[in-house]
């Protein structure tokens, strides 16, 4: 939108809010017009305004969140509020979780994360959806995740959904091989171990005890 519109845009937004304080559509249309202008502060004020008016609407809810997290660390809780919210009150856009996904990973937030990124690809595979830019990004999430926990069953399906989707193919490929190196390296420790407890009696013994979970104790005087 070209400067000179903006203009005309935000003077009938707000002659529309002179008339009605209450057409929410008019705070919202104000709020995209100021962010469009880059001017966060403005951008915030109007979609506060129109979320106070339509509380349960999911789109302002997304649009306020957005604004929190362009302030960065000071309003990025206010953003994950916003987020859930969106998604809690029925996200008609279909946008509110993977934002709050992306958010925690952002934040380092890792089970958080793992936690979203999982309900999303859920939906989304639910509905059939395939071809989401998005899920390509979860998957690749998921995968190196449970990677990193040594879950190498679950990583090596979602590695392998990976591979469907042209901008993580080959990041899904790679972190296939890595899975089937590390699985080769726990069945040769696997099989070491079994080695030692038939070359040397009682090791059995030893080795079942390593694997107990620890007690809880409680001492008396």
């Known amino acids: 939108m070209e400067m000179k519109n903006t203009q005309a845009a935000i003077q009938a937004y707000r002659h529309a809010i002179e008339v009605n304080r209450r057409d929410y559509r008019a705070w919202y249309g104000l709020g995209q017009t100021y962010e469009i202008l880059k001017m966060p502060f403005y951008c915030l004020y109007y979609y506060r305004e129109a979320q106070k008016l339509r509380p349960n609407d999911s789109r302002m809810l997304v649009a306020l969140g957005e604004s929190y997290e362009k302030l960065e660390k000071p309003r990025l809780q206010e953003a994950k509020k916003c987020y859930w919210k969106a998604y809690s009150v029925g996200d008609v856009e279909g946008l509110a979780l993977i934002k709050l996904a992306r958010l925690y990973e952002k934040l380092a937030e890792d089970d958080h994360a793992r936690a979203a990124y999982t309900e999303y690809t859920n939906e989304a595979e639910a509905m059939g959806l395939t071809d989401r830019e998005e899920q390509s990004q979860a998957y690749r999430y998921l995968a190196n995740y449970h990677f990193r926990s040594k879950q190498y069953d679950v990583a090596h399906k979602f590695a392998q959904k990976c591979t469907d989707y ?56």
Do not use: Q
């Open 166 to 221: 042209p901008e993580t193919r080959e990041e899904g490929k790679a972190l296939l091989k890595d899975i089937a190196s590390r699985r080769c390296e726990a069945d040769a420790a696997s099989t070491n171990e079994g080695s030692r407890i038939a070359d040397f009696p009682g090791m059995e013994v030893m080795a079942t005890a390593d694997r107990l979970s620890p007690m809880n104790l409680t001492f008396t005087p």
